[in-house]
């Protein structure tokens, strides 16, 4: 069965405004997540590794006013896509290492900005 | 450079074909390296780990050539099922900070 979930799934929002999305690690405690960016038919894209207890770290060219990161705990991280513009719709995936730094992802939120 | 890199292909084999890729990355010191297959519009899911003796699983063995900097995977037998994109994932030196490759596309036809 899964072992992280993400949601929600699927949003639409306008422009302009803030979408929140989770990810959980089910069944396994997280020290760290990592949130993914993919757009149709090109790789997925390391945006920033969360950290509980402590500040994200941000990939190169990714702007964390932008795209906030919350790790509350050792299960749970959020991604803020603030004042969000129809370029930023796109396919965001969350992962956490579990045994033998695998990742497990979650099964991907899919937002559309009107 | 980019850290990882594969050719996007698509690669198009007929069922029963045998077809590898490989996968070279840039960082020396990386000590972790994997195959995920990602279906269309879902996420990511672990093929296998690639250790240094190599490794196999059933139809799929996958390789890796510390001096070269690659790994590859081979896939025997191929079926239908197998159509997809398969990522190359190899860890940052010392970290658990996962770096992608593009992927290479697999259409297996009848």
């Known amino acids: 069965g899964a072992v992280v979930s993400q949601h929600p799934s699927w949003v639409i929002c306008k422009s302009g405004t803030s979408v929140k999305i989770e990810c959980r690690s089910l069944?396994?405690?997280?020290?760290?997540m990592f949130w993914y960016r993919q757009f149709p038919k090109q790789s997925l894209m390391l945006m920033a590794t969360?950290?509980?207890?402590?500040?994200?770290?941000?990939e190169q060219g990714v702007e964390k006013d932008k795209f906030l990161i919350n790790h509350a705990s050792l299960t749970l991280s959020t991604l803020t896509v603030t004042s969000a513009h129809p370029e930023d719709s796109s396919f965001y995936i969350c992962?956490?290492?579990?045994?033998?730094?695998?990742?497990?992802f979650g099964p991907g939120t899919r937002l559309t900005v009107t | 450079r980019k850290e990882v890199e594969q050719d996007p292909g698509p690669f198009n084999v007929p069922e029963g074909a045998t077809v590898a890729f490989n996968c070279t990355y840039s960082?020396?010191?990386?000590?972790?390296f994997f195959w995920y297959r990602q279906d269309c519009r879902k996420e990511p899911k672990l093929l296998m780990s690639?250790?240094?003796s190599g490794n196999e699983d059933g139809r799929f063995t996958a390789q890796l050539n510390r001096a070269s900097q690659y790994i590859s995977l081979l896939i025997r037998d191929s079926k239908l099922s197998d159509s997809a994109t398969y990522l190359c994932?190899?860890?940052?030196?010392?970290?658990?900070?996962?770096?992608f490759g593009r992927g290479t596309s697999l259409i297996v036809h009848p």
């Open positions: 992962s956490a290492p579990r045994i033998r730094e695998e990742q497990y």
């Open positions: 069944d396994f405690q997280a020290t760290t």
């Open positions: 969360s950290n509980e207890g402590s500040k994200a770290t941000y």
């Open positions: 960082n020396s010191a990386s000590q972790s």
């Open positions: 690639v250790y240094s």
């Open positions: 994932v190899v860890n940052r030196g010392g970290s658990y900070i996962p770096t």
